[in-house]
Every structure is written in structure tokens, then in C-alpha cells.
């Protein structure tokens, strides 16, 4: 017969034990805001990081490079997005080492994203993100997003987080097909200025990518202008049932 010892060494050595599941995210960053303009994509996103509901972290890059001719932005736990980050970066290495001429576009890397988050759904482990993935390939540009489960769709106009609330009646109203590059970075900045007055979670520090033919371009950080003398703003109770 095992001893009392030796059984509790052998349950601490067993797989079980050392299975985990991420049960709440840590360190999170908010709304990401992509659309597609004339000649491809704009995704803007703030700099913040919050542990729990203190912003930690002021200069968290949440947008990211992926390839050759694809962009993803990433709302959620950081932790995961670097994990994710880490599959695509294989992915294109395995991708490159072909050395066939071709290269993973904006398509086959959404494809990919939604069998990833699927699958860790599926597993009771979900990646915790909601991921914007744009590009251009041969003239043709794309624009889609995934959910931490698997739920994904494409369209012309993305948010994600708070921003999926209060930024998409803006796109709604102002987006169509023919927006100069002058113009859907000034349209972005407007959600982004909105989303910095109503959401706690997001930082006045901004980055705004754009995909082309060309490549990738991602901004260096800015601060957008910002006015807090609103009536509102400064007696947000008044007229308030019960208020003093």
C-alpha cells in the first residue's frame, strides 16, 4: 500500500494539478475603433493598461503589425494579446519559411483568430480579447473582428469594448466609402475624444495606424485636445432626482 506521502506526491505530480483557467483578466485595455478609408484601414487605440479599475500602466501598444499586409488591435487582457501575438508571429515565420512567393493575408489571419478563440472556448479557457484584424491585399481591403468566444464578422466600421456604445453611432452617421486618409483620422479622434470623456478605463494617449498597399504605419504617441467646462461635466447631479 502507498503511503499517505506518497500519494499526495504522486496527485501534486498528476496533469490535473497542473491544469489552471484564467478566471478573471488582470490587466486591461480598452476600446479599439477601426475603420476601412480609400486606400485601407485606420485603427486607433489609447496607450491605458488597467489593473482592475487602476490605470497601471500609461504606454501599453495595443495595435500591432502582423506580416506583410495585416493590422490587429486588441481589446481585453494583455497577458492573452501577447500570447496571441506570439501564434501569429509563428505563424508567419512557418508562413515565410515556404518561401513560395506568397504570404498570409488580412483573410487567412482572421480565419486563423476565429479557430484560436474558438477553440480555447471550447476548452474552458478562453483567450480573454475582442480582436480587430484589417488589411490590404491585391487592392482588396478587410476589415473583421473576433470575440473571446469565437464570434466573428466583417464590416466597414469596428469598435470594440465601451466603444462598440459610444462610438458607433459616430461611424454610423459620418462613415462612407470615399473617406480621405485627412478625414478618417479626424473621425477616429472624434470617438477616441469621446470615448476619453465617458470611458474611466481609457488614458489621453493615443496611437492611430494605417494599412496600405504600401505597409504599415503606426503614429508615435499624442495626446488629443480636450475641453472639461461642459455644464454637465461640472455638475454632472444637477436636476438629479434625490441629488443635493
Same mark, same amino acid.
Not at 100 to 127: A, C, Q, W
Given at each position: ?5 506518497? #500519494? ?10 497542473? &491544469?489552471?483557467? #484564467? ?15 480609400? =486606400? *485601407? &484601414? ?5 496607450? *491605458? %493598461?488597467?489593473? @482592475?479599475? #487602476? ?11 502582423? @506580416? ?8 481585453? +487582457? ?10 501569429? =508571429? ?8 515556404? =518561401? =513560395? ?6 483573410? $487567412? &489571419? ?23 484584424? *484589417? ?18 464578422? $466583417? ?5 470594440? %469594448? ?19 486618409? +485627412? $478625414? ?29 498597399? +504600401? ?10 485636445? #480636450? ?6 461635466? $461640472?455638475?454632472?447631479?444637477? %436636476?438629479? +432626482?434625490?441629488?443635493?
Amino acid at each position: 500500500m502507498e503511503s499517505n506521502s506518497e #500519494t499526495k506526491q504522486h496527485s501534486l505530480l498528476s496533469s490535473e494539478s497542473g &491544469i489552471q483557467r #484564467t478566471q478573471y483578466p488582470y490587466v486591461t485595455g480598452s476600446s479599439v475603433v477601426a475603420l476601412k478609408y480609400k =486606400d *485601407g &484601414i485606420l485603427m486607433a487605440a489609447d496607450m *491605458g %493598461g488597467s489593473y @482592475g479599475s #487602476t490605470l497601471r500602466y500609461k504606454s501599453v501598444e495595443r495595435i500591432k503589425p502582423v @506580416g506583410k499586409h495585416s493590422l490587429i488591435g486588441a481589446s481585453g +487582457e494583455i497577458s492573452d494579446f501577447q500570447e496571441i501575438m506570439r501564434y501569429l =508571429d509563428e505563424q508567419v515565420l512557418n508562413d515565410h519559411m515556404w =518561401d =513560395d512567393g506568397n504570404s498570409l493575408g488580412p483573410k $487567412e &489571419i482572421h480565419s486563423y483568430l476565429t479557430r484560436v478563440m474558438y477553440n480555447r472556448r471550447n476548452k474552458f479557457d478562453p483567450l480573454w480579447n475582442t480582436l480587430i484584424l *484589417g488589411g490590404v491585399k491585391k487592392g482588396q481591403k478587410f476589415l473583421g473582428m473576433v470575440t473571446m468566444i469565437g464570434v466573428n464578422f $466583417e464590416e466597414n466600421h469596428i469598435a470594440t %469594448g465601451f466603444g462598440n456604445h459610444m462610438a458607433q453611432p459616430i461611424l454610423r452617421a459620418e462613415w462612407h466609402e470615399n473617406l480621405t486618409f +485627412e $478625414e478618417g483620422v479626424a473621425l477616429l479622434e472624434k470617438c477616441m475624444r469621446v470615448l476619453l470623456y465617458r470611458d474611466r478605463s481609457a488614458v489621453n494617449k493615443f496611437q492611430i495606424a494605417k494599412i496600405t498597399e +504600401e505597409g504599415v504605419t503606426i503614429s508615435q504617441p499624442y495626446a488629443l485636445k #480636450t475641453f472639461w467646462g461642459f455644464q454637465a461635466f $461640472e455638475n454632472p447631479t444637477a %436636476g438629479a +432626482e434625490g441629488s443635493w
